[in-house]
Every structure is written in C-alpha cells, then in structure tokens.
C-alpha cells in the first residue's frame, strides 16, 4: 500500500529534526513536521501538492515509495480531517488503516511550533 508509505514517511517527520529542515527548505514555509492533521499547517499543505515531485524524490532517498496521487490523497485527507468534514472512521478507511492504527496525533512541541510560526510570520526571524 503506497498510501502506508506516504504515512509512514509524514510520521517520520515527527521524531526527524534533519527530515524536518530538509522539508522545511524544500517547501519554504512550515517547520517541516507534516506528522499529522494537527501539525500539517495549510500553507504546508499547498507547499506539499505543488512541489509534491521533489518531495517524493527525498522520501525515495529514504526508502519511501509513493506516487503523486497517492500524496495527494493523504495530504486531502489531513485536511479534510483538520476541518471537520472527514470523520475518524471515513479517514482511516480513505487512507486504508484500522481505525486502532490512529496516526500519531503528534501534540507535543506544540508550544515551539507556535513561537517558531508567531517568529516567522509577525518578526520575519527563525527562532531555531
């Protein structure tokens, strides 16, 4: 399933400070970690279909294989998710998984999150 592979490599970015700066500089926005719904922001999420083939080339030099649709239909998937329209039970049966295998919702650091986007986006400064 391909569409494992696409979140396989996503939760790889929660855990990956390396994975997350090349993201980061690949998409130009975001802090890189694309680990969940929670942490996808929209501006990485548009990043991410418009430069989906580069972003599949660096999941490939990891070991990750996946299409441009099957990125795609995860990335709507999180962002159907995030907005209410997608129920738990409809994502995991779009994207494939037991509704037991949740996607890491990935809360923590949520505090850096906020002071690296509040830097960026109101200061123009990368407090990392």
């Known amino acids: 399933m391909t569409k494992n592979a696409v979140l396989q490599f996503m939760q790889k970015t929660a855990d990956n400070t390396d994975l997350q700066l090349k993201l980061e500089s690949l998409l130009g926005c975001g802090d890189g970690d694309i680990s969940s719904s929670v942490n996808l922001d929209p501006e990485e999420s548009l990043a991410l279909s418009q430069r989906a083939p580069k972003v599949i080339e660096l999941a490939a030099s990891m070991g990750y294989r996946f299409s441009n649709n099957d990125l795609l239909t995860v990335i709507d998937a999180f962002n159907r998710q995030q907005s209410g329209t997608l129920s738990d039970q409809e994502f995991s049966?779009?994207?494939?998984?037991?509704?037991?295998?949740r996607v890491r919702p990935?809360?923590?650091?949520?505090?850096?999150?906020?002071?690296?986007?509040?830097?960026?986006?109101?200061?123009?400064v990368n407090l990392v």
């Open 93 to 101: 049966a779009l994207l494939g998984i037991n509704t037991e295998e």
């Open 106 to 124: 990935a809360v923590r650091n949520n505090f850096k999150r906020l002071a690296n986007y509040l830097s960026k986006t109101y200061l123009g």
